[in-house]
């Protein structure tokens, strides 16, 4: 089944470039000729000539971003974007979520509308559609919103899986986490699941796993896009019977989000380092997971710098509801394991109730996805995407500073004479403290 992504603005079409990328190489590299298949069939479309075009369109309201991943993408000898799969404008949305909500999306509604039913009609099978955006700026965040409320009407039954890049917490915008705010109440409504990397994590990968000294934003984006992949590229569940028919969107949402006010999930993948020490690198499925695990529980979101004093908590604790020391539940969790031997791992630490909250049996709150291919290189590899507190903190700030700004009606103005109201803030920010409530109380 195929996965259509729509890419908007700076941020989801640098994502969105290094993401096809990193798919195509994986799937040129692999070594099995139906994992290579299920992986073109899911993200690409093949044209008469042979060329493999990506089963994406592009959006943003400037059009020098969209160029030139257009250009590079083309480079690349492996892949290319479609010749009109992308629409773009001469002036952006300022950094100002309710220009691109209010203004540029209604506006250019029709001819967006138009792109994305042309590459679902394209797809034999639709899996489900991938917007790709930041919250932080105007038209990633307010035209990426409103694109996702139009894709809902539009399709109603098939799923939506929204990725989103969030600021780094120093700042990016002075208006950012108003952006955020609006962005998130909004998406947590229209979405079945929102999949969500941090700026300030994925930097400090780049910095201490990467080694890395003078980090860009295309380093970052690559790391997304490698842990992305790595959670989107083909692999086998226990009811799939051999086959990669699955559909990778809607068993995602369905393993993790099984209910309406936890749909928040993050990712974790290990190993991580520089390319040119993967061949000197050797790893063992034991390590790997017992690693990965403590990560889990500790919300350690990379394995340098693990808390390993943080533990779940016993039986007698968990009874009587004792403080847990920092300790990341979880409602559920997928482990996806690709390379040599993967099905000699042992994933019963994954399994342990408790983990999860208690009102969900173990054998419903986590799964396992596995393939026996190597991905990006890396002879064993895993990631973990988790619908769990670790998004509690960030989340919790962002309402906060924004929160602290509305009070004192900063730059409100910016946003009311585009037509959001103050009413419509209250109604955001009442929204996600429900959100980050039902997280705090996961039990």
């Known amino acids: 089944m195929s996965v259509v992504t729509v890419q908007l603005g700076q941020c989801g079409n640098q994502v969105g470039l290094e993401l096809f990328d990193v798919i195509s190489n994986d799937a040129r590299d692999g070594q099995r000729s139906t994992y290579r298949a299920a992986s073109h069939e899911r993200f690409f479309h093949q044209t008469s000539n042979g060329e493999l075009e990506a089963r994406a369109v592009l959006i943003d309201m400037e059009p020098k971003v969209i160029n030139q991943s257009m250009t590079k993408a083309l480079k690349s000898g492996k892949w290319r974007y479609g010749e009109k799969a992308h629409f773009s404008q001469k002036q952006g949305s300022g950094n100002n979520w309710a220009n691109g909500f209010c203004v540029h999306g209604p506006q250019n509604q029709q001819v967006v509308e138009e792109l994305v039913r042309r590459e679902v009609e394209r797809c034999e099978r639709l899996a489900g559609l991938m917007p790709i955006m930041s919250v932080a700026g105007g038209t990633g965040s307010g035209v990426g919103t409103y694109v996702t409320q ?38 947590y409504r229209l979405s079945d699941a929102v999949l969500v990397h941090e700026n300030d994590t994925v930097h400090r990968i780049c910095s201490r796993l990467l080694n890395i ?3 860009t934003f295309s380093d970052v984006n690559r ?20 086959t990669h028919s699955r559909n990778p969107l809607g068993e995602l949402v369905s393993s993790l989000a099984c209910h309406p006010e936890y749909k928040l999930l993050s990712v974790c993948t290990i190993p991580q380092m520089p390319s040119e020490s993967i061949a000197y690198s050797a790893f063992a499925w034991p390590g790997l997971l017992k690693h990965l695990r403590q990560m889990l529980v500790s919300n350690t979101k990379m394995e340098e710098g693990i808390d390993w004093q943080v533990r779940p908590p016993s039986n007698y604790e968990r009874t009587r509801g004792l403080p847990t020391h920092n300790f990341n539940r979880s ?21 342990e109730p408790a983990l999860y909250a208690s009102w969900l049996p173990p054998g419903e709150a986590f799964k396992t996805w596995k393939s026996i291919v190597p991905f990006n290189k890396y002879e064993k590899s895993a990631t973990l995407v988790s619908n769990s507190q670790s998004l509690l903190k960030p989340l919790d700030n962002i309402v906060g500073k924004a929160w602290n700004m509305f009070a004192s009606r900063a730059y409100i103005h910016q946003y009311t004479k585009h037509g959001i109201t103050e009413e419509d803030f209250v109604d955001s920010f009442t929204s996600l403290e429900q959100v980050i409530s039902s997280y705090r109380h996961l039990r």
């Open 331 to 351: 409602l559920a969790n997928l482990l996806i394991l690709r390379g040599k031997d993967v099905y000699s791992a042992e994933t019963g630490s994954f399994e």
């Open 223 to 242: 790391v997304i896009a490698h842990q992305l992949g790595s959670v989107l590229q083909p692999a086998l569940t226990t009811d799939s019977y051999g």
């Open 150 to 187: 139009q894709l809902r009407d539009i399709f109603p039954k098939s799923f939506i899986l929204n990725h989103l890049t969030w600021p780094y917490g120093s700042g990016e915008v002075i208006v950012q986490n108003y952006n955020s705010v609006l962005t998130l109440a909004k998406l």
């Open 213 to 215: 000294k003078h980090i």
